[in-house]
């Protein structure tokens, strides 16, 4: 049976700076840290500052992601590809996010032209709009 493989130095630095979960020791992180122009002499306590800290995250990302693996299927066999993009999943999630968004926009959208329409179109043009707004509201509630 093969042993499991052990982060390195830096990348355990690296997960620990975006995470804030330690795999290693903390002054490896400092120093991991302490190595980006705009963070040079950072003390222990800016850790705790939540401005410095999201900073810090958004600083180190790229390094992050690049150490993350995607499993992907390769002749009949899995095997384990390192990955700088996001997998497939969080795009579609995203996507998702961005469409139920969307929906509930129009959702409002057509509630407002109904209430402003009721006074104006004729039954048959305001059973249209209702139809779709029932329509989306269906997804929504489905999601």
Known sequence: MSETPRLTKQQAAIIGAY??????PFNDIHEYVDSFPQFKGIT???????????????AVKPSFLAICYVE???????????????TKLDVAQERI?????ALQ????????????????LNDE?????????????KILNDK
């Open 97 to 101: 996010a961005e469409l139920e968004k």
């Open 105 to 120: 926009y129009t959702n409002s959208g057509l509630a407002l032209a109904y209430e402003a329409a009721s006074k104006h």
């Open 19 to 24: 995470t804030r979960i330690t795999c290693g």
């Open 44 to 58: 222990t306590l800016e850790f705790t500052d939540k401005s410095i800290v999201e900073e810090i995250r958004e």
């Open 125 to 137: 043009t305001m059973l249209h709009i209702g139809h779709h707004q029932a329509h989306i509201q």
């Open 72 to 86: 992907t299927e390769s002749d009949s066999n899995k095997t384990l590809e390192k990955s700088k993009h996001k």
